[in-house]
Antibody, heavy 123, light 113 residues
Framework: EVQLLESGGGLVQPGGSLRLSCAAS????????MSWVRQAPGKGLEWVSG????????YYAGSVKGRFTISRDNSKNTLYLQMNSLRVEDTAVYYC????????????????WGQGTLVTVSS | DIVMAQSPDSLAVSLGEGATINCKSS????????????LAWYQQKPGQPPKLLIY???AREFGVPDRFSGSGSGTDFALTISSLQAEDVAVYYC?????????FGGGTKVEIK
């Protein structure tokens, strides 16, 4: 059974940093693109970042490029999102999502999602 | 970035009646080399993560009831629920994966009339 478990969320001041983790199980982690998608309170979905199975290719939304860094450790079946220079508008539930297509290089969609971790940026 | 526009923002449908949600992209999502439309549909219920319903514009995910169907090509797409059930109350999103950044529509809230 595929499981994705996010952690690392919390309250941080504007300008601060946070690192999110997503522990994966139930599938061959290194064979799949993984993404982070966020949802501000009461708002819609926003794709944040994606990474190829090998970790060699990364992709970002314009709103986070230069501030956030996605990475993965395939030996630990874990996805990460390092978030620096956080802004109030980064407040959201952050989900990790698994791509449906084994062996794909670019992000496509999410067929499995975690329950999310809440990041609150506030002074 | 490809902009995804969904309509309506919300709709109320009687149990057993049909519902159609529209999604329009700012550029074609049809990839000529494989003749596939790079569009997905999701369902999100309160307090839950999104659930993938439809992939490649019209391919239902395993386990999704056949009352859900996706249609369209190029820039215009639709998600149809043929006979609304109580458990279908949710917000529905379209999403393009033709190019990064991946982008979502604003969502359509479906309620029972």
């Amino acid at each position: 059974e595929v499981q994705l478990l996010e952690s690392g969320g919390g309250l941080v001041q504007p300008g601060g940093s946070l690192r999110l983790s997503c522990a994966a199980s139930g599938f061959t982690f290194s064979s799949y693109v993984m993404s982070w998608v966020r949802q501000a309170p009461g708002k819609g979905l926003e794709w944040v970042s994606g990474i190829s199975g090998s970790g060699g290719s990364t992709y970002y939304a314009g709103s986070v490029k230069g501030r956030f860094t996605i990475s993965r450790d395939n030996s630990k079946n874990t996805l990460y999102l390092q978030m620096n220079s956080l802004r109030v508008e980064d407040t959201a539930v952050y989900y990790c999502a698994k791509d449906p297509q084994e062996g794909a290089v670019t992000p496509k969609a999410g067929d499995y999602w975690g329950q999310g971790t809440l990041v609150t940026v506030s002074s | 970035d490809i902009v995804m526009a969904q309509s309506p923002d919300s709709l109320a449908v009687s149990l057993g009646e049909g519902a159609t949600i529209n999604c329009k992209s700012s550029r074609s999502l049809l990839y000529s080399s494989n003749n596939k439309n790079y569009l997905a549909w999701y369902q999100q219920k309160p307090g839950q993560p999104p659930k993938l319903l439809i992939y490649w514009a019209s391919a239902r995910e395993f386990g999704v009831p056949d009352r859900f169907s996706g249609s369209g090509s190029g820039t215009d797409f639709a998600l149809t629920i043929s006979s609304l059930q109580a458990e279908d109350v949710a917000v529905y999103y379209c999403q393009q994966y033709y190019s990064t950044p991946l982008t979502f529509g604003g969502g359509t809230k479906v309620e029972i009339k």
